[in-house]
């Protein structure tokens, strides 16, 4: 079993930067890819970026490649998503996910979703 929980979301303006946690419980944790999705209102989620526990391999979204950056601090079992560049079009609520295979997590086929933290960029 894991348990994930996002925080860090909120109100910025129009390129501005934001930083989310991930905080994620669970002994099995080094099987996982971790990841982030989003979304919009009114809109399906959708992947934003990917990072393996074990590893260096990450992956992301063309709409989000060179602005924004996952990474992971395994001794405080936290993912982050820094977040650059902000974009109206970026807000949404962001939610953490495990998976483990990547091909499974760009189908949105997770094993495990956080409860999602709320991201407004104002224009």
């Known amino acids: 079993q894991v348990q994930l929980v996002e925080s860090g979301g909120g109100l910025v303006q129009a390129g501005g930067s934001l930083r989310l946690f991930c905080a994620a419980s669970?002994?099995?944790?080094?099987?996982?890819?971790m990841a982030w999705f989003r979304q919009a209102p009114g809109k399906e989620r959708e992947f934003v970026a990917a990072?393996?526990?074990?590893?260096?391999?990450?992956d992301y979204a063309d709409s989000v490649k060179g602005r924004f950056t996952i990474s992971r601090d395994n001794a405080k079992n936290t993912v982050y998503l820094q977040m650059t560049s902000l974009k109206p079009e970026d807000t949404a609520a962001y939610y953490c996910?495990?998976?483990?295979?990547?091909?499974?997590?760009?189908?949105?086929?997770?094993?495990?979703w956080g409860k999602g933290t709320l991201v407004t960029v104002s224009s």
């Open positions: 990072i393996k526990w074990i590893g260096s391999s990450t």
């Open positions: 669970g002994r099995t944790l080094s099987r996982y890819y």
């Open positions: 996910a495990a998976a483990p295979e990547l091909l499974r997590i760009r189908r949105l086929d997770v094993d495990y």
